[in-house]
């Protein structure tokens, strides 16, 4: 991996700068892990010490999770960004730039892990193009999405027109 890793939340409001190793990737199936990222899961990967983080757009509200976790998230668009403990701070794989480099090499919290999340690979799947059903409603979204690259502004000036490329 590269030693500068950047990303950011859904709609651009929120971006972020890691310069130096990334930590330990793992996934988390905690249910406070589940409910703070709507998902089955939670993938982060922790920020060494000697890491540094910066956020170069915006900075990420925070709800206090428990009496010692905080998570941080997009105030405008509520994507999942940091998990904040007193031993340290992981940042969700999925907001990265490039999540498909940072592969998780352990599971924690595995108690609470939904039964069918081992078999997800048994059920049946298809790409977007296969959808036909959906065909006429997919080609007439118009994303608002920020792109998987740093931009000088966000979002762009003309209402509408996006370039996630």
Partial sequence: ???????????????????GTLGTASICHCRM????????????????????????????????SSNVVSRGFCGDCGTPLTYEAPDGIALSIAAFDDPGAIAPVIQYGVEGKLPYTDHMSEIPARTTAEDVETAAFLASIVSRQHPDHDTDTWPPEQAGATDNT
Avoid: N
């Fill in 33 to 64: 892990c589940q409910k703070a990222f709507g998902g089955f899961y939670a993938p982060l990967v922790g920020i060494r010490e000697q890491a540094d983080l910066r956020w170069t757009r915006g900075e990420p509200k925070r709800f206090q």
């Fill in 1 to 19: 991996m590269s030693d500068i890793h950047s990303g950011g939340c859904q709609c651009g409001a929120v971006r972020f700068q890691v310069r």
